[in-house]
């Protein structure tokens, strides 16, 4: 399932500076394209529970984005391993965001 920008409904996606930007590059109330993951109000789309995160500190929210993409990854590497060219190039994606969140965290 996709998260998707409130605004314009656009899927969200993350790049590996753990921005996220939406599919049609709409802009952020910053007036940038690109948002820190940790700087979005989210809502999960199976308990509508709201989390704004920076309130807290970066470490936290580092913990948790290293977290729920960890989940995505166990299910991505299962498919990559029976050969899905896709979910390979998913999980490589996956590693680079997932050391980037520890990178950061480790400097925190």
């Known amino acids: 399932n996709q998260y998707t920008k409130a605004d314009c409904g656009h899927d969200l996606y993350v790049d590996t500076d753990l921005d996220i930007y939406c599919h049609g590059k709409c802009k952020w109330s910053s007036g940038s394209v690109y948002c820190f993951i940790g700087d979005i109000n989210w809502t999960c789309q199976y308990c509508n529970t709201h989390e704004k995160y920076y309130n807290t500190n970066e470490k936290y929210i580092l913990r948790v984005v290293t977290a729920s993409f960890g989940k995505v990854m166990a299910?991505?590497?299962?498919?990559?391993?029976?050969?899905?060219?896709?979910?390979?190039?998913?999980?490589?994606?996956?590693?680079?965001?997932?050391?980037?969140?520890?990178?950061?965290?480790?400097?925190?």
């Open 75 to 108: 299910g991505l590497t299962r498919s990559a391993i029976s050969g899905d060219a896709q979910a390979k190039a998913d999980v490589e994606t996956l590693m680079k965001i997932i050391d980037k969140c520890s990178e950061r965290m480790l400097q925190s």
